[in-house]
């Protein structure tokens, strides 16, 4: 079991930052994929990064350049750090772990292959 909760969501302008945090808790989780999810009102969930096991990361093609994930094993924290953000990025941000991967991220990534699920944090970014 692992245990998942996200901070640091808020309001900023277009073009601000925001680092979001993901608590962990439970499972060994820096054994798992870890990986950010998003979801905007009327949309459905999207990969944003992901970041295997062994520190290898990945990003969707609309955050690469601007976003970037990282770990901390000694604090159990995922982190997302968000750089010049659009409006488009407007959205619930979630943490999620796939324990099922060996470690590694699978290739579609797909929230479906994710067992455990933070509660989300609400990002707005306004132009």
């Known amino acids: 079991q692992v245990q998942l909760v996200e901070s640091g969501g808020g309001s900023v302008q277009a073009g601000g930052s925001l680092r979001l945090s993901c608590a962990a808790s439970?499972?060994?989780?820096?054994?798992?994929?870890m990986g950010w999810f998003r979801q905007a009102p009327g949309k459905e969930r999207e990969g944003v990064a992901g970041?295997?096991?062994?520190?290898?990361?990945g990003y969707a093609d609309s955050v690469k350049g601007r976003f970037t994930i990282s770990q901390d094993n000694a604090k159990n924290t995922l982190y997302l750090q968000m750089n010049s953000l659009k409006p488009e990025d407007t959205a619930m941000y979630y943490c999620?772990?796939?324990?099922?991967?060996?470690?590694?991220?699978?290739?579609?990534?797909?929230?479906?292959?994710?067992?455990?699920w933070g509660q989300g944090t609400q990002v707005t970014v306004s132009s």
């Open positions: 999620a772990a796939d324990p099922a991967g060996g470690g590694y991220c699978r290739a579609d990534f797909v929230p479906e292959d994710f067992g455990y």
């Open positions: 439970g499972s060994t989780y820096s054994a798992y994929c």
């Open positions: 970041i295997d096991s062994d520190g290898s990361t």
